[in-house]
């Protein structure tokens, strides 16, 4: 993908527009990398180390350290941390802004260690969503911002030309 084409990132302020985005991907190496690095920057807003242990995972994934079971473990670790922190959450009815930040952050790590061909998919479409939804949770946390950051991401995981 162009540079040029890579600005139209701009324009993805929801989940369906990040999702068209995405499909145009098809290395999967570098839509995995792309969610880690997301993940990465979010790294600040993790409260549990299972989420912090996803990222690792993923990463160790990527790097082929570790087997797509382990990745799978890890998913499902960073799954229960998400439902503890979700649990935790003071303010149930109406969250603080930084307890949604601290919920979105446990996706983005939940969503980074996406199991390949999780529920049936192909390896291609489970990054694809690992991707997307790393991308849009991080999103949620920092807005605009996020999508100006996430193009330099693009061309670090190498989804350019």
Known sequence: MKNDELNQWLDCDDEMKMD??????EDETALRKFAVLNAKSVDALLVDSRSRNAIVAAEA???KYISAQELEDAYYNAE????DIELASVSDE???AYEESIENAALVALWVAYPV???GITSLESA???ALHTAFYCFQIHGSRALKEQLDRFKEAGMTE
């Open 94 to 96: 109406d969250p603080t």
């Open 61 to 63: 994934y990527l790097d």
């Open 128 to 130: 694809r969503q690992s």
């Open 80 to 83: 229960s941390a998400c439902e």
């Open 20 to 25: 068209s985005f995405i499909e145009n991907f």
């Open 117 to 119: 061909g999780h529920t």
